[in-house]
């Protein structure tokens, strides 16, 4: 059983556009987490949720809304895209927010916007 | 939280320990050393982590100096899968949050 899955694995859109990526994992983790991956490689954080609420949500567009209905899901939501969206993005949950726990990853979503 | 310092790239021989390299000077008490991967194409994966004291799990090792301003993590056996970016990350065990470098890739050959 995947622990993190997201769909789809791969979104090719237009300018303007507004799509969503999708993320659920089955481990019972209460905080979820969006990272974006640029061409250069850095994993940044963008948001991340504990038992459905917002705790971190770092210097990003408000094109980009995350919505989480219930634990075991987040989803990103983006309006407007534009080129410099193009990246990868990866969600990835942990048993709490605070404390030494490792993140479990997904296998990414590469988003190229035309 | 600390920044971390690492080598851009290494090589290993297949089979050999890799011995990956890791300076966090400014590393306060209460923060923690952690380890992840990136194999290409793939997520990050969780490898190990530490605050003061040796490590070891089914993966690796992480030594911690005395003064914990540095840290190795020993692969044991490298083989051709353990190719991949290596992360160090320090953070406070207060705020969870990953700050990611550029990592070491590390090639291993065969």
């Known amino acids: 059983d995947t622990a993190v899955s997201q769909t789809p694995k791969y979104l090719v859109t237009q300018m303007g556009n507004d799509k969503s990526i999708k993320c659920e994992q089955n481990?019972?983790?209460?905080?979820m987490y969006w990272y974006k991956q640029d061409s250069k490689k850095f994993l940044k954080i963008m948001f991340s949720?504990?038992?459905?609420?917002?705790?971190i949500n770092e210097t990003v567009p408000n094109r980009f809304s995350p919505k989480s209905p219930d634990k075991a899901h987040l989803n990103l939501h983006i309006n407007s895209l534009e080129l410099g969206d193009s990246a990868v993005y990866f969600c990835?949950?942990?048993?709490?927010?605070?404390?030494?726990?490792?993140?479990?990853f997904g296998p990414g979503t590469r988003l190229t916007v035309t | 939280d600390a920044k971390t310092t690492q080598p851009t790239s290494m090589d290993c021989a297949e089979g050999r320990a890799a011995n990956l390299p890791c300076n966090h000077s400014?590393?306060?008490?209460?923060?923690?050393v952690y380890w992840y991967r990136q194999i290409h194409s793939q997520g990050p994966q969780y490898i190990i982590h530490?605050?003061?004291?040796?490590e070891t799990n089914e993966m690796a090792s992480l030594i911690i100096t005395e003064d914990r301003k540095s840290s190795t993590l020993i692969l044991p056996h490298a083989t051709l899968r353990d190719t991949a970016v290596y992360y160090c990350?320090?953070?406070?065990?207060?705020?969870?949050?990953?700050?990611w470098g550029a990592g070491t890739k590390l090639i291993i050959k065969p």
């Open positions: 990350i320090v953070i406070r065990n207060s705020n969870y949050q990953l700050i």
């Open positions: 481990l019972g983790h209460d905080t």
């Open positions: 949720y504990n038992n459905k609420e917002l705790i």
């Open positions: 530490g605050l003061k004291n040796n």
């Open positions: 400014t590393i306060s008490g209460n923060e923690y």
């Open positions: 990835a949950s942990s048993q709490g927010s605070r404390g030494p726990y490792e993140q479990y």
